[in-house]
């Protein structure tokens, strides 16, 4: 039996990158999976690829700035796969994000908290009820950025460190529906980072990376979301896990 063989996954996020690699190994691994992104182009194309290797799942297209949205994408999937078992919250539009914290814009700040940072509570509430029924699991993605203080990231770290303090509370205030809540903090080759690494100084701190490589989508950082989802780690919640490659060693604690 595949680890996670009737169970119902979100990945948000999941059209490219990261979130297609979660997507695709949760599938993998049994699982019923939606598909969530903002371009419908992108999320079919990740469907299409689940299917055709034997695996279930749905394309649900959202722009996670918006409240509504999300609630009626959380509707719609329990709808069309079952109640929610695993919340992988991994969209964030980061766009424009290289501003210093006293030139970072007001509608870049509001952008990146309501499609990061409110996104992830939004999507969290919306699930509550289907978690707190299945003892369920969630998985929220922060960044070094943010647990460093990295500049000119002003506003994309700050968004970053609210989820990590939203991560923790819920933690604490689910764990007795035995709710799981961790994080993750990953240094990974994706677009974002060959977009971000034109900067020297980005450039730089990817170079130093103690284990030689921005991490694989796929082989690096979707193994660890798939333990975090897990039964094998049903006694840790709470907790930052950096998948980073030893760029920041202890910086969880």
């Not at 799942?57 to 009626?72: L, M």
Request: glycine share 10%; proline share 4%.
């Amino acid at each position: 039996m595949k680890k996670f063989e009737g169970k119902v996954a979100i990945v948000t996020g999941a059209g490219r990158d990261l979130g297609r690699a979660v997507a695709k190994a949760f599938a993998a691994e049994g699982a019923r999976v939606a598909v969530v992104g903002r371009t419908q182009a992108a999320i079919d194309s990740v469907v299409a690829e689940i299917t055709a290797a034997g695996g279930t799942a749905i394309a649900v297209a959202c722009d996670v700035g918006s409240k509504a949205q999300i609630y009626a994408a959380v509707e719609r999937i329990v709808q069309e796969l079952g109640p929610i078992d695993i919340l992988v919250n991994n969209a964030h539009d980061t766009s424009d994000s290289q501003h210093s914290f006293m030139r970072t814009p007001d509608d870049v700040l509001e952008r990146l908290m309501a499609t990061g940072f409110h996104a992830t509570v939004h999507f969290m509430r919306a699930c509550f009820p289907h978690l707190k029924a299945n003892k369920g699991k969630v998985i929220n993605f922060g960044s070094g950025a943010g647990v460093g203080g990295f500049s000119p990231y002003f506003a994309y770290a700050s968004a970053k460190e609210a989820i990590r303090a939203a991560s923790r509370v819920a933690a604490r205030e689910w764990a007795k529906y035995k709710i799981n809540v961790n994080v993750v903090c990953p240094i990974s080759a994706t677009e974002a980072l060959a977009a971000a690494e034109k900067d020297p100084d980005v450039a730089a701190f990817t170079a130093a990376i103690p284990l030689g490589y921005a991490g694989s989508p796929d082989e690096d950082i979707a193994p660890v979301v798939l333990f975090l989802a897990s039964e094998e780690s049903r006694y840790m919640t709470g907790h930052t896990f950096m998948v980073d490659g030893g760029s920041m060693i202890d910086a969880g604690r």
